[in-house]
């Protein structure tokens, strides 16, 4: 079986420029690519407010239709999130096109790349979630259909659409509780297994999709860390051991990268994984020097980081690639970040620096922790006495 055939549609809005709507559509592409579809064509419309019915206006889906036509798609994919009516009635306008939204897309890569019981456990999870609200419009807007003039479902349909609906939603429902109990398991586990690693310096690689971090990890510590240029290529966290001097020694973690647009209820199904970057006692912040919005990158990164850490949590920026950069970029990064160091996976630049600013957050994490040991000591004498 071909690659499916896929036109995409972003959306400006008054809050989106249209520069904006382009780099995410862009992204929405690589998206897509990653998912193994073949984008043949997109779209962008400039809307003031998006349509509650079809998101974009009447006009441009019948583009988007004869596009699907020209080019024999197989489906759409929107840049938004689609309630279910939205997809339904687009469904109707584009009749024999599977109908996709930003959120959909991802799940896919997700599920595509899950590897381990546990993100294939968070997967489940963001999928039920996912399904849920649409779910309900569904069977909510079959009731509507089915019904009288007062809304009372007519003769022989009672059944069916209101009780369907309530074994639906119970059944999801019931599926979220157990997922979600068992990712609160891992959790639990993963705590513990922190506490077990108090007496050794952690850190954690986060950062957006595709930055580099796995690239990075195997630079820092020799490990042979899965590296593919693909969105979301590592959904799983891998911890590694790594050397930094003679009897120095830390691990590193590297975590699933952040997007853009991503739901709450994403993130809060996925903090069990970034849970491990909320254990550790340094953070190391990897953004793709290259890209051209850089800076949204490192808002995206932070909105979620300020969610998961606690302010006292240490914070190492490292702009990655900085040998695909352009000496323009180089210049503008050093002025508008000197703490932070350029660094490149690929050509080891800046990697021992990296380490060097590591060394000496490990000998002040080691000062800390001995003068808190004496502190309680003394407080344990004292309780004595």
């Known amino acids: 079986m071909g690659k499916e055939r896929a036109i995409l549609v972003g959306v400006s809005t008054l809050k989106v420029s249209p520069a904006q709507a382009q780099e995410h559509l862009l992204e929405l592409q690589r998206l897509a690519e990653t ?24 006009g441009k889906v019948e583009e988007v239709r004869l596009s699907t036509e020209r080019h024999e798609a197989d489906m ?47 997967v489940e999870t963001a999928q039920m979630q996912y399904l849920m609200p649409r779910l309900t419009r569904a069977w909510a807007h079959l009731s509507r259909q089915v019904g009288t003039g007062g809304g009372t479902p007519g003769i022989g349909m009672r059944g069916p659409g209101e009780a369907q609906l309530e074994v639906d939603r119970r059944l999801v429902r019931k599926r ?11 959790e639990r586990d993963r705590t513990l297994l922190a506490k077990h690693r108090e007496n050794i310096f952690h850190v954690g690689i986060v950062g957006y999709t595709n930055a580099g971090k796995s690239s990075l990890t195997n630079s820092l510590t020799g490990a042979g860390v899965y590296v593919e240029n693909k969105l979301f290529a590592t959904l799983d966290s891998t911890t590694r051991k790594m050397h930094l001097a003679e009897g120095q020694n830390i691990i590193l973690s590297d975590t699933v990268g952040f997007i853009r647009k991503l739901p709450h209820h994403l993130i809060e199904t996925f903090k069990s994984t ?39 949590v240490l914070r190492l920026r490292v702009f990655n690639k900085i040998d695909a950069a ?52 003394e407080a344990a004498v004292s309780w004595e006495e």
């Open 35 to 58: 998912a193994g579809a073949d984008v043949a064509e997109t779209f962008l419309q400039r809307v003031h407010a998006f349509n509650p019915a079809t998101l974009i206006g009447g």
């Open 76 to 122: 759409v994919i929107f840049d938004e999130d689609l309630t279910g009516s939205q997809v339904r009635n687009l469904e109707k306008l584009l009749p024999g096109i599977k109908v996709l939204d930003r959120t959909g897309l991802i799940l896919d890569i997700f599920a595509k790349h899950a590897r381990t019981a546990e993100s294939r456990l968070m």
């Open 176 to 186: 979220i509780q157990e997922l979600k109990a068992k990712l609160k398991k891992i």
């Open 274 to 312: 970034l849970g491990v970057a909320a254990h550790a006692d340094c953070i190391l912040e990897v953004i793709d020097s290259t890209a051209s919005d850089y800076a949204e990158h490192i808002e995206v990164a932070n909105k979620v980081l300020d969610e998961l850490l606690s302010t006292a």
């Open 326 to 377: 352009s000496a323009e970029r180089k210049e503008e990064l050093a002025s508008a970040y000197p703490e932070a160091i350029q660094a490149s996976a690929l050509t080891r630049a800046g990697i021992e620096e990296i380490k060097s600013r590591l060394l000496s957050e490990l000998a002040l994490w080691k000062s800390h922790r001995e003068q808190k040991i004496i502190e309680e000591q």
